[in-house]
């Protein structure tokens, strides 16, 4: 039996140089050194979704430190990785730039990387198969765990009623949300031109409004039951940047979050436990992970 738990991570300030990613001898990840004194964790396997590279809501900057201090065997992006719904230019920096950029490192470097695609970067649907020769891109995985589990690893969008049956109110919403944190930056750069300390209200806002629409959408229920329909032991998704990681029904369901609000990664540890991680500022880490820790408590 697979065993979880959820913990806190304050990220570090300080996104040093990463060294080098070649793979240790015999194939086996080995802890790095790097050159701030923190120390590159071999993971078993990650799981990571809900990047939304590209818009003005990623948070690439604590992603990128995540990234650059933890290392995996096999790493899986499942969904919204980019943000098709939206330009991608209009917000690229030279964070999301890097991000890319060690991500294709990695899988040259012998790492396997599986995308699995979601709904707002579903072209890369187009690409099933070998990306670049180093990216494997399927419609959904499958993972055994060191404890012998099969996951099920899929976006989630499929079991996403709201987006399925009112596809343009979903692209409405992700507009209006993304001119709300248009509204937020504009207030941040404000206050710290006046030396004022700054507001998060708007960030609050739009996770408490996202956490109403999807309080009583039993999308979870539907996730496990898809579940048990394919015989596997749990499932792993994304999309409805709610992480969480518990059993119900004798399922195991786990979300790995998102990069836009919660900044949480899963992880398997090379001793196959399941591990919800947040990683993010130190202003904010302690309070919302107290409360995601409380909640994931209650997995039985």
């Known amino acids: 039996m697979t065993t979880f738990r959820a913990k806190a991570h304050r990220s570090s300030r300080d996104t040093a140089a990463a060294p080098s990613l070649d793979p240790s001898p015999g ?52 969904g919204d990785i980019f943000d098709n719904w939206r330009p991608v230019g209009a917000h690229w920096s030279e964070d999301h730039e890097r991000v890319v950029k060690l991500l294709l490192g990695r899988a040259r470097a012998g790492r396997r990387i599986i995308y699995v ?65 248009r509204l937020g930056r504009g207030m941040d750069a404000m206050q710290d031109s006046f030396g004022m300390p700054r507001w998060n209200g708007i960030e609050t806002l739009v996770a408490r409004v996202n956490g109403a629409i999807r309080a009583h959408d039993g999308f979870e229920e539907r996730l496990c039951a898809m579940a048990i329909d394919r015989s596997a032991d749990g499932i792993v998704c994304g999309h409805f940047h709610q992480p969480a990681l518990y059993r119900r029904d004798g399922v195991l369901y786990a979300n790995c979050g998102d990069w836009v609000e919660s900044c949480t990664a899963l992880i398997e540890h090379l001793d196959g436990q399941l591990e919800l991680v947040h990683w993010m500022d130190p202003a904010v880490a302690g309070e919302r992970a107290d409360a995601g820790a409380a909640k994931l408590g209650m997995a039985t």
Do not use: M, Q
């Open 117 to 181: 695609p979601g709904n707002h970067d579903e072209f890369f649907l187009h690409f099933l198969g070998r990306y670049f020769e180093e990216l494997e891109v399927l419609p959904e995985a499958w993972h055994r765990t060191a404890g012998g589990e099969r996951l099920l690893v899929t976006h989630g969008a499929n079991c996403d009623l709201f987006a399925r049956r009112l596809p343009w109110l979903a692209h409405t919403g992700g507009r209006i949300e993304s001119g709300v944190r």
């Open 27 to 78: 194939g086996r990840i080995e802890a790095n050194r790097l050159d701030d004194g923190g120390v590159r964790r071999r993971e078993r396997a990650i799981f990571l979704s809900d990047f939304h590279l590209g818009t003005i809501g990623c948070k690439a900057g604590p992603l990128l430190d995540f990234l650059r201090r933890h290392d995996a065997e096999t790493l899986y992006l499942v």
